[in-house]
């Protein structure tokens, strides 16, 4: 058993279904067993609070938050990684719209 098979193992039917839907768009099989695309695409089935919204809306908004990011003198380093964590959900949900 491969750290793949436990992975998805743990996923409920649903989100196996929303995976497979991720592995298909990034042109991969779930056969390809890659543990990395797979915790990538839990990442951001998991981050993704309406499927309904437009990922171009999502990315551009994220893109003005990232343009505008600055640490104010109140901010804590915590609060100001916080924020750098934006730029990380804009490559698991939209990595070939990237800046």
Request: charged residues 25%; glycine residues 6%; contains cysteine.
């Amino acid at each position: 058993m491969s750290l793949f098979d436990v992975i998805w193992g743990q996923c409920s039917p649903m989100m196996q279904v929303k995976l497979k839907v991720e592995f298909t768009a990034r042109g991969k099989s779930i056969d390809d067993k890659d543990v990395m695309l797979l915790l990538k695409a839990i990442k951001g089935v998991s981050h993704r609070c309406d499927s309904t919204i437009n990922p171009y809306e999502a990315v551009d908004e994220g893109k003005r938050k990232w343009y505008a990011l600055h640490q104010g003198p109140n901010d804590s380093p915590v609060d100001f990684l916080t924020y750098l964590y934006l730029v990380e959900l804009i490559e698991v949900i939209s990595p070939t719209i990237l800046f």
